[in-house]
């Protein structure tokens, strides 16, 4: 897909909550329905925090957004993305809005997003033909990162000296190697089988801020509650 394709637009990092989530959440359970609120609490519920999903260099507009779509199907909360020399673009038809309810972040180069994974306490693992483990392997560690680099080049060099080791995707054809969107759905649906659920915490920031994107200018609503309390 072309970067200048209708239809496609520029990733930027997730916006701040308007306040602390308890208070986001006191506001706009107030305008919305039961039945919505039960749908993101159970949504945010099953969403972890021990699987981050990394996108370095990705070109192809369709590439990010089925990755984005696939973090958001398999319940993956935390995306760092490391644009290209062009950005990280996504196409709306494809991801359906997923990154709307992702926790993004965009760093300016490989080496700080590394840093930001390390201070997070993730392990970060490459996928390689001769990885070290199977994917279903990713699942036994307590907190995972998977880097998934450019079409053509891979994982940069400047992530690669962070990696804690490789993983491989068993193939059987005669085909060597995968789409990198296809690669990522079977490593994420891989590395989050039966994870423990997320802290009370961790789970309220999120219904928050599933509570901001689903409720029309919801931040601002928030700011006018908390303004009228003054």
């Not at 973090?71 to 996504?90: D, L, T, W």
Request: hydrophobic share 40%; net charge negative.
């Amino acid at each position: 897909m072309r970067r200048d394709s209708a239809g496609t637009y520029e990733v930027e990092s997730s916006l701040e909550l308007p306040a602390e989530p308890a208070k986001v959440i006191e506001v706009l359970t107030e305008v919305v329905t039961e039945e919505r609120l039960a749908r993101i609490s159970e949504i945010a519920r099953a969403r972890t925090d021990r699987v981050a999903l990394v996108l370095e260099s990705i070109d192809d507009p369709h590439n990010a957004s089925a990755a984005l779509r696939s973090a958001e199907a398999f319940g993956v909360s935390n995306v760092h993305v490391v644009p290209g020399r062009h950005g990280f673009q996504a196409a709306r038809a494809i991801t359906k809005n997923a990154h709307r309810w992702l926790d993004i972040e965009r760093h300016e180069d490989a080496q700080a997003c590394a840093k930001r994974l390390h201070e997070e306490g993730y392990s970060v693992y490459i996928a390689s033909m001769e990885g070290d483990i199977p994917p279903e392997k990713l699942a036994e560690e307590e907190r995972v990162a998977v880097v998934f680099g450019n079409e053509h080049r891979g994982p940069s060099p400047e992530i690669r000296q962070f990696a804690k080791g490789t993983y491989a995707i068993p193939m059987r054809g005669f085909v060597e190697s995968l789409n990198v969107s296809v690669a990522v759905a079977i490593t994420l649906y891989a590395a989050t089988l039966d994870r423990p659920i997320d802290t009370q915490d961790l789970i309220d920031a999120r219904i928050a801020r599933m509570l901001v994107q689903t409720v029309r200018n919801g931040d601002q609503i928030v700011r006018d509650a908390i303004d009228a309390e003054s």
